[in-house]
C-alpha cells in the first residue's frame, strides 16, 4: 500500500523559500511520477507541477517562474521548492503519485493526468 | 475563478441519487479524459473517477462517471451519509498546458 506524508515548516515569512518534503513508503520513488497539488483557504484545488520517473518536471504556467520540484532517490522522498512566497501562496500543500493517460488515434490524443494516492496534505502559511 | 465550472453545492437523502455537473471547453474536457475527486477535511483526498467513466478498485459502483462534449458528470446513487464531502473535477487543457480543476461541489446528505 503506497502512502505519502508531507512535511516542513507550517509557516513562511513573505519573499522567501517555501520548501516541503513527501516521503514515500510502499513503492520505489524511481518507479513512478510525482506531483504537487495545493488549496488555498476557501478555494479551489491547483495543480503545481509533476516530476517523471525519469526526473523530467512539468510546472503549472502560474508558478513555473518560482517551481522547483526534485527527487532524493535514496531517502525515497521527493521535494518542493517555491521561491519569493506571497500571502497568495497560503495553502494546503498536497503530494500524489501521478499517472498519466494518453489515447492516440489517426486524429488525435485524448490525455489526462491524475493523482493517487495522496498525502494528507500540510498547511503552509505565509506571513 | 475555476477553468472548469461545477454547481457549488448539491444535496440528497440517503438513498437518493444525486449528480454533480462539470462544465469545460474544447481545450479541456472536450478533448481530454476527465477525472473525479473527494475532499474531506483532515483526510487525504481520493480519486473516485478516472478516464471519464473507470472507477479505480475500492470504490463502490454507485458511482459512476460520463462525459458528453464539453461536460462530464459524476453520479452518485444510493447516497449515503459517508459520500458527504467536496468533490472536484479535473482535466488537462491543450490551450494553457495546464492541469485544471473545477471550483468544487459541497455534496450534503440530508
Avoid at chain 1, 46 to 59: F, H, K, L, Q
Avoid at chain 2, 48 to 69: C, D, E, I, T, W
Amino acid at each position: 500500500q503506497v502512502q505519502l506524508q508531507e512535511s516542513g515548516p507550517g509557516l513562511v515569512k513573505p519573499s522567501e523559500t517555501l520548501s516541503l518534503t513527501c516521503s514515500v513508503s510502499g513503492a520505489s520513488i524511481s518507479s513512478h511520477s510525482w506531483a504537487w497539488i495545493r488549496q488555498p483557504p476557501g478555494k479551489g484545488l491547483e495543480w503545481i507541477g509533476n516530476i517523471s520517473d525519469s526526473g523530467d518536471t512539468n510546472y503549472s504556467p502560474s508558478l513555473k517562474s518560482r517551481v522547483t520540484i526534485s527527487v532524493d532517490t535514496p531517502k525515497n522522498q521527493f521535494s518542493l521548492r517555491l521561491t519569493s512566497v506571497t500571502a497568495a501562496d497560503t495553502a494546503v500543500y498536497y503530494c500524489a503519485r501521478l499517472f498519466r493517460d494518453i489515447y492516440c488515434d489517426n486524429s488525435s490524443c485524448t490525455k489526462g493526468y491524475w493523482f493517487d494516492p495522496w498525502g494528507q496534505g500540510t498547511l503552509v502559511t505565509v506571513s | 475563478q475555476s477553468v472548469l465550472t461545477q454547481p457549488p453545492s448539491a444535496s440528497g437523502t440517503p438513498g437518493q441519487r444525486v449528480t454533480i455537473s462539470c462544465s469545460g471547453s474544447s481545450s479541456n474536457i472536450g478533448s481530454n479524459y476527465v477525472y473525479w475527486y473527494r475532499l474531506l477535511p483532515g483526510t487525504a483526498p481520493k480519486v473516485l473517477m478516472y478516464r471519464n467513466n473507470q472507477r479505480p478498485s475500492g470504490v463502490p459502483a454507485r458511482f459512476s462517471g460520463s462525459k458528453s462534449g464539453t461536460s462530464a458528470s459524476l453520479a452518485i446513487s444510493g447516497l449515503r451519509p459517508e459520500d458527504e464531502g467536496d468533490y472536484y473535477c479535473a482535466a488537462w487543457d491543450e490551450s494553457l498546458s495546464d492541469q485544471v480543476f473545477g471550483g468544487g461541489t459541497k455534496l450534503t446528505v440530508l
